[in-house]
């Protein structure tokens, strides 16, 4: 290949790596297996690759075999939610490219499939989660009372939040709503004396909001060195779970209830 | 036969509570039905050993959160997925989200209290709660991921030889 062949081969398979990456992260995945997936498509198409992964771009390199020419982009995360179905289903790619050898322009046809696959039906989600939370409170010791109070908070929250992502509300906004909401539903039990666990009711009618994975990835991340993503996750999970408490102290506020 | 029953109520729940937030991740229902019962044996086992053998909320979450991640990686490429993406949901009903908040409420009564003896109680709540979140919290990362680094073979091959086709 003469210079001009492989820099347009670097270019492309650098625009699909960063793009891959960045999808990857968006998606909610670990660092470690970001640098994997993207160690085992490098190998296959016949570069080396250096990978910065900052919280809010990707930053890659690509060299090809002698180490005299490269390409780098920089790319944003795409998504924004944690998304397990895109994860495995990039994940998968990663070992298609390997075992059908897969060219970057068929591989990027791919990706741009997995980008647009369909969330889960809205309304099941709706429904599951508020299941989940009512099993929570059931699981904290809450009487059959209190966890048809949590579904119902839940219900009213969490499609109060399904409404505003929709509407590309900021996020801390959504969780301030949400868990506003879900507490002034939640502190029922209190007000009409439905339930003998009124304060079981009240205090899990919230945690449907607590961002859960982005805890579990900081720790990770933190053990695989990945010092700047940990502690950015560890932040926004952080900024998150206060939101929630404002809300929920909002809610209390409203309806008059010791915070503890 | 109180404590069987128990047992099963907490399996039960904690099994939909595990479905429930998994559906919050997208994650495929092909892989809910091993968060289930990842979530089922690790929260009967944390219930366990809190009620039966009074073991410290630390320990019994990360002893959990070990047995999960041990049990993950022979079921990843039985599901066709990496492990962590149905293991992390299967965390979830473990999360200590109650302390979490109440961390933060403390830190709201601190700057509402009036008098030293106020300020300082609302103190102590705000680190107690807050410290016990973070050590939960890092207790069973360092128990759901340790499995992952062991058998890194097992856990970063468990999509391979999936096609579309």
Known sequence: MDDGEIHDYLKSTCLFLSKYASALLGCGATCIRIEKNIGRIADTFGVHVDMTLLPAHVIVVVWDCDHTHSYNCSAKPIGGMTDFCRNIELSKLSWRIVEKNLSCDEAAIELDRILSLPQLNKWIVLLLTSAANASFCRLFGGDFKAVGIVFCATLLGFFLKQIMIEDKIDLRITTIASAFLASVVGASGYLFGISNTPELALGTSVLFLIPGIPYINAGSDLFTNHYLCAVSRFIQAVILTICLTLGLCGGMFLMQMKFF | ?165
């Open chain 2, 1 to 165: 036969m109180e404590l069987l029953i128990e047992i099963i109520q907490d399996i039960f729940f904690s099994a939909i509570a595990a479905i429930g937030f998994a559906s919050i991740s997208n994650t495929p229902f092909s892989a809910m039905k091993y968060c289930a019962f990842l979530a089922a044996i690790g929260h009967s086992l944390r219930f366990v050993m809190m009620e039966s053998m009074e073991v410290h909320i630390i320990v019994a979450a990360a002893i959990a959160a070990f047995v999960i991640g041990v049990v993950a990686i022979p079921l990843a490429p039985k599901a066709k997925c990496p492990p962590e993406t149905f293991s992390y949901p299967a965390l979830l009903p473990m999360i200590p989200g109650m302390y979490a908040y109440r961390a933060v409420q403390g830190l709201v009564m601190c700057l509402s209290s009036s008098g030293e003896e106020a300020f300082m109680h609302y103190f102590y709540l705000m680190n107690y709660n807050g410290l016990t979140c973070i050590i939960v919290v890092a207790g069973m990362v360092i128990g759901v991921t340790m499995p992952i680094f062991v058998f890194k073979r097992i856990a970063f091959s468990a999509t391979q030889n999936v096609t579309n086709d």
